[in-house]
């Protein structure tokens, strides 16, 4: 594993960029119930970056905290807009191509769908001016192809998936009050107050999370990723 | 102290926050020479922050490594916009004021100019706008005024002081090349090609930097530093 | 029924506003393989949209044809970016709420999620600065809760949901033929040339369709979107 | 007369693209006083778009409602931002010339000094940029040649040729309910409330209006417009 | 006559401001054939305000030179944005609003439609955020009321009116050389190189122009200008 | 010496451009104490502007008056935003070298970072996506070397030197009465009401101010000044 910041420009220079895999981790800060810290969907990031290192040949970006949420009426959380992180990944992506490396993985422990759209869009347009291969996913699209399976139907934020992989990543940063509550409603309505509906921050129950589980579907996640990283990059 | 990131969001409804001091710490990507990391300007800034931490009560924010420079020709050199760096420090700035703190350090370790201006549009904006100090500055503020004292008149970027820092800081990421060509010319000038002025990415001449001289410049630092945190937020 | 624009400004002081759902219709200028039209979003949000207006008092806005696409690499498909349909959905909602309207349903028959989250961003602000009740929703939303139960899992753009509600439509639009070939591959890639992947536009097969499945189909949305209109406007 | 968006992408494939004329109909969601609907730019400028097909190959985009107007303190009126409308008619020409169509005539209904600014800026930035031949005027641009002639001098907004064109070619929208006042005063002002200047919203006396002038109207327009047509794409 | 510049802060603390105008010259650089300096739009703009301090108390602003214009095909036109040019009147109105002036004059020199739209837009914006008067106009929304009269229906850009204007206004800048050629042709068209349609930078004949004409003219603007100013802002 | 806008578009085809230094003259509208003209920052680059051009064949453009100042708690201080800055320094420099100039030299009279970094973000755009050469500084950058030797070392902002150079410059403009008071205290803070630090608007003592210093300082920038732009343009 390299840290693309360790490097310096000379040894930059060395660097091989046809056989290497650039990843880009992003994150959020966001609330996630009172058993997780608010860092958690950046580090679920970062693990996933590190652990495709230990298999792919990899230079990994610093990562990036700084996401897009609308759950910002939960203390400490905090939000950048849209247009914030399109300009961040399409400028970060822009240095990256800069410096010939044509495969590029974005990682997102976040999944919000405005989030999404913003580093999406970002990349889009990369891919459209230049020659590079860009793929861009959350490991929430992979993990919640257990829903009904390892876990229920309706696993959601900082429920079962999510607890049980912190248990297993950052265990000094987990907390064991898991509350649930979910008042409901307001399915399709555009909502500014998350906290109104479900007011401890979890959207599903949490409760009998284990480090166990977490493990189960981190490799999981590892094993499909790694799969289309191969596939698609031709690595 | 405490990294705002390691909360949960009820961990952080507990949070001081009128005798608290919010850091952010901001650096660059950028070439510093054939001896020290790309990460240097951040490696400082958050060796700072986490200085000031052990005399004033604080909360790190997650530290931003991607600034704006003008010496991307240099490998593997990233910058973003000046837009982009404004919009995210705004965003950011934006939601701590909504948790209510009223005293925040921006620390840049990377002091260019459109960099720095970049984060003051977006401070004098939040400053107009709220009720709120903050403070910002390049730790190089502080740092150059030991120049024609302790270090000769033109000790720059990737210089003396800053591998002498560096050597104190992060030890494990300096190299012991330490070249230095300065081809002079073009004062004023709009420059986008810096390589060809200074090849080796040294503005002056790194050589007799000592882990002891960058310890005696970080302790200068932070004693102007910590008067000044001391005097300006009553803290 | 009620059209916005048929109204002159006199007729228009006259309308109620408290019970009353604003609906606006969003579509996309799109191929949706060499069967349908490339107006079939927008049919299908208009379709919706007047249907609502039989069950629930509703003035209907001029639909918008110009949606967010990806799949420009078919002929004849018109795209706008992020910013602009953004831009648009914000300033009509200013509009709406100037007027004094309370209850706004926007209905997208168009999918994409960049499409999705730019409508999403705008109404999030109108929201967050207003006392305004919207609700967001593409029609497929709903339409796909039938996966696996009335037509195969992976029906999708084009398919047999799709084909066979654009029977029930507008069938004067419908051709019979009906290719579809999917090379797969690419998951999570970010892709600019659909044509390579799915050269007949189709995602899925729509061979099958019927105008009995596509009343099926509507009945169902309906049935569903009248309750949700209900339950969270107090209609 | 083809519709753009009944076609399939396939049917667009046999377009002919040289000698075929788009038409983009512009107009505007604005009063015109108690006796016309919100619609009357729009409807006049769809209503041309038609009438050109009829005498030249063309294809006819969806019409734009959604325009900027400054009458936006009268109840009902919808007014997009300079930035908003220039940004769709951009997106949307990009789109067109990228289908390799070279011959454009954007048409507007609506004549408000920004809102034809938007569309034109829109406008130049394609032909500066490309190899197409762009017409945009409003039908008033030759309707008012009628002034002083056929028309008082100050006959204006929803006023005698306006009223008159409605009913000939929209009846069914027109009331006969004609007030007219005006306040005079204010000339050169800039002015965000127009209804203390003429409270009826009409600019000039529309009694008096027929269908037979709206029909006389209607076609010395058309003849007009057909010439400069064939002249300047020769069609 | 007060240059605004010309005070220290403390001399400005004792302006009156209740029956002061504020005058904002704006004008542009570009060709005006071959007998007239690239400054005739701006030059004419400054006259006219001079003019008006004669008769106004009035306090006048540097004057705009930086327009928009299309005929940047001539050599030695610059033109500037439309977003430029309103972003420069809007920040330059909120500062003169900001001390607490509430009659403004924006007088322009050059009509171009982009231009006067993008200084329309402007100050469009600060009317409805403020309570503050502005008239805004070109001195050519009256000069060409005496086409058909004192000079031909078809007088146009630096043609009898703007020649002989500047021969009264700044007769050393002014040269005999008057060559009118036009190609006709275009109209409706969008059109990026005017120099093909009038080469020598002239719409109508300049040749005629006369000193005693420009009097007239700058009188017959400067009667009808004074009366409106002391009408719309009671001075 | 000639002025850009004097010439027609004629003259200008004459132009010699290889080597011709095109100078725009930037300044600002901000106070200058109680005796200094808030014209100041303008005055000085015009003057530094046409002294260049008795010694290097210049093309002079129209003097930018309207800056970007934090003073703007100073009565009768005028600011433009970062953004109009360099949006209109961009669109000037862009039609600049359309026609074909490869020298170019912006001098600021004011030295703000913010006003400074705007110009310079636009300028290096300009560089990167062509061929030319422009250089930028203000002519403070220059007359600051003498601190600690003609003047003491923390002569700044309305004081010794800008005072002396006013005296130099426009004598007419220049009061005598030259009050300081300077609180001290907020280095480093992000400060939005400087007239709570320096009431008079003096940053240093500006008593002891002679015309004959200011000459003297003119004298000193003006060798310094042109020795750099005949190096750096082969001039």
Same mark, same amino acid.
């Given at each position: 594993? +390299?840290?693309?910041? %360790?490097?310096?420009?000379?040894?930059?220079?060395?660097?091989?960029? %046809? #056989? +290497?895999?650039?990843?880009?981790?992003?994150?959020? =800060?966001?609330?996630?119930?009172?058993?997780?810290?608010?860092?958690?969907?950046?580090?679920?990031? !970062?693990?996933?970056?590190?652990? *495709?290192?230990?298999?792919?040949?990899?230079? !990994?970006?610093?990562?990036?905290?700084?996401?897009?949420?609308?759950?910002?009426?939960?203390?400490?959380?905090?939000? +950048?807009?849209?247009?914030?992180?399109? $300009?961040? !990944?399409?400028?970060?992506?822009?240095?990256? *191509?800069?410096?010939?490396?044509?495969?590029?993985?974005? *990682?997102?422990?976040?999944?919000? &769908?405005?989030?999404?759209?913003?580093?999406? %869009?970002?990349? =889009?347009? !990369?891919?459209?001016?230049?020659?590079?291969?860009?793929?861009?996913? &959350?490991?929430?699209?992979?993990?919640?192809?257990?829903?009904? #399976?390892?876990?229920?139907?309706? %696993? $959601?934020?900082?429920?079962?998936?999510?607890? &049980?992989?912190?248990?297993?990543?950052?265990?000094?940063?987990?907390?064991?009050?898991?509350?649930?509550?979910?008042?409901?409603?307001?399915?399709?309505? *555009? =909502?500014?107050?998350? &906290?109104? =509906?479900?007011?401890?921050?979890?959207?599903?129950?949490?409760?009998?999370?284990?480090r166990e589980l977490g493990e189960k579907v981190n490799e999981y996640i590892m094993e499909k990723l790694i799969k289309l990283i191969k596939e698609n990059f031709s690595l």
């Open positions: 594993m +390299v840290n693309w910041t %360790d490097l310096t420009f000379e040894d930059f220079k060395k660097l091989n960029r %046809d #056989n +290497v895999l650039v990843i880009l981790p992003v994150g959020s =800060i966001e609330e996630h119930g009172p058993h997780l810290p608010l860092s958690s969907d950046t580090d679920q990031a !970062i693990f996933v970056a590190n652990k *495709i290192s230990e298999k792919i040949e990899s230079v !990994i970006l610093p990562s990036i905290y700084y996401g897009n949420t609308d759950l910002d009426d939960f203390e400490g959380t905090i939000t +950048v807009s849209f247009d914030t992180l399109r $300009s961040l !990944i399409y400028d970060i992506l822009l240095s990256v *191509i800069k410096w010939k490396f044509t495969k590029i993985l974005i *990682i997102s422990g976040h999944a919000g &769908s405005i989030h999404m759209a913003a580093i999406r %869009d970002a990349a =889009i347009k !990369i891919v459209r001016e230049n020659t590079v291969k860009i793929m861009f996913l &959350s490991d929430y699209d992979i993990a919640y192809e257990l829903r009904g #399976n390892l876990v229920p139907e309706n %696993d $959601s934020h900082a429920g079962l998936i999510e607890t &049980s992989r912190m248990m297993a990543i950052r265990p000094d940063l987990v907390k064991k009050d898991t509350k649930f509550l979910f008042h409901g409603k307001g399915k399709y309505m *555009i =909502i500014d107050n998350y &906290s109104s =509906i479900y007011p401890y921050g979890t959207l599903s129950d949490p409760s009998g999370a284990t």
